[in-house]
């Protein structure tokens, strides 16, 4: 779709508050899939798929811990 956003791994780890080493763990893990790559030829997520990665590894303390 034209109206997806679309972040880079930087801007996903920044949106998440996780570190870039994550990002890249999560897209090693399954979690994330690259579906393209920017101008510079940067690795692009989709924002939706950003988000359902971090849901499925977030631990119920951390989840805890974010709520309070």
Do not use: I
Not at 9 to 25: I, K, M
Not at 27 to 42: A, I, P, S, T
């Amino acid at each position: 779709m034209e109206d997806e956003l679309w972040l880079t791994a930087r801007e996903a780890a920044d949106h998440c508050g996780v570190s870039l080493v994550t990002v890249y763990s999560w897209v090693r893990r399954g979690h994330l899939k690259v579906e393209g790559l920017d101008h510079r030829g940067q690795k692009l997520f989709r924002h939706l798929d950003v988000a359902r990665a971090e849901m499925a590894t977030r631990t119920k303390a951390k989840r805890a811990l974010v709520a309070a």
